[in-house]
């Protein structure tokens, strides 16, 4: 999105790196004789001259010799150089935008991920009708004064909003969410209250049939307790207590399970 970056890519497209770019001057051994720049992606033909790629394919649709030493060559005996391309790509490069005042130096292949954060970066504002260009280290403050700055309303409803009317912008979307929140607050308080009041509820269960359970046995010892007591004294009316006692007991054990 910014023109320097553009023609200096499609300049590079067509054949080697430029011998410029380099911090020190290249080996001769290194400039392809088809561009003059510095071989990229270098490959080796029969006669053992080494061209970028992209050169010599281009060279060879026209003639099928070498333009170092004219002997017959062929694409099917060209051999990619990937060791002399990997040292290639170690030599320090100078940053492109020094004269904008980068004084940085990566290795070739650094280059990109150098000039994707370069400061000194030319970089077009992109708010339309702007047309400014700014340094990337400057495009903040330029973002913050710009004059046609325009922003999408954060929320989604849809509505483009400038400085001014970003104050003034009553949105409806916010309103909708504020309330939809709220709403979601209520639901899980509501859950929760759902939630205690069982748990009151069953142990509320739990205490009645615990009550039931003890008036139950004092009705039942109460009617056991009657007629063991009018004998009075005795050993036979003892051993018949104690035998009524054991059935209530049995009586007990059935009703709560039920
Ligand atoms: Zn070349
Ligand atoms: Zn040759
Ligand atoms: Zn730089
Ligand atoms: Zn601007
Ligand atoms: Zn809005």
């Not at 999105?1 to 380099?22: A, C, K, Q, R, T």
């Not at 990997?86 to 904008?100: A, D, G, T, V, W």
């Not at 509820?201 to 003890?214: A, D, K, V, Y």
Request: positive net charge; glycine residues 6%; proline residues 5%.
């Amino acid at each position: 999105h910014n023109d320097p970056f553009l023609s200096h890519e499609s300049s590079h497209m067509i054949g080697g790196y430029e011998v410029e770019l380099f911090v020190d001057t290249p080996d001769h051994d290194l400039i392809c004789i088809i561009c003059r720049g510095v071989l990229r992606c270098p490959v080796r033909v029969a006669c053992n001259h080494i061209f970028c790629k992209r050169c010599i394919l281009q060279w060879m649709r026209r003639q099928e010799t070498c333009p170092c030493c004219r002997k017959p060559i062929s694409q099917s005996l060209m051999f990619v150089m990937f060791k002399l391309s990997k040292s290639i790509s170690r030599l320090p490069i100078k940053c492109r935008n020094e004269q904008q005042g980068c004084r940085a130096t990566v290795p070739l292949s650094d280059e990109y991920l150098h000039s994707s954060a370069c400061p000194y970066e030319w970089l077009l504002c992109p708010h339309p009708g702007c047309g400014a260009r700014v340094l990337r280290k400057d495009s903040q403050e330029h973002e913050r004064t710009c004059g046609h700055w325009r922003q999408l309303c954060p929320m989604g409803c849809g509505v483009l909003l400038d400085r001014d009317s970003q104050v003034r912008h009553n949105c409806y979307r916010e309103l909708q969410q504020r309330y939809e929140s709220q709403r979601q607050t209520q639901r899980t308080i509501a859950a929760a209250l759902r939630r205690k009041m069982l748990r009151m509820q069953s142990s509320m269960n739990h205490m009645r049939r615990q009550i039931g359970l003890i008036c139950e046995s004092l009705e039942l010892s109460q009617g056991a307790e009657g007629p063991g007591e009018d004998p009075g004294e005795g050993t036979s009316a003892g051993t018949g207590s104690r035998a009524s006692y054991s059935s209530s007991s049995s009586n007990t054990s059935s009703s709560s399970s039920s």
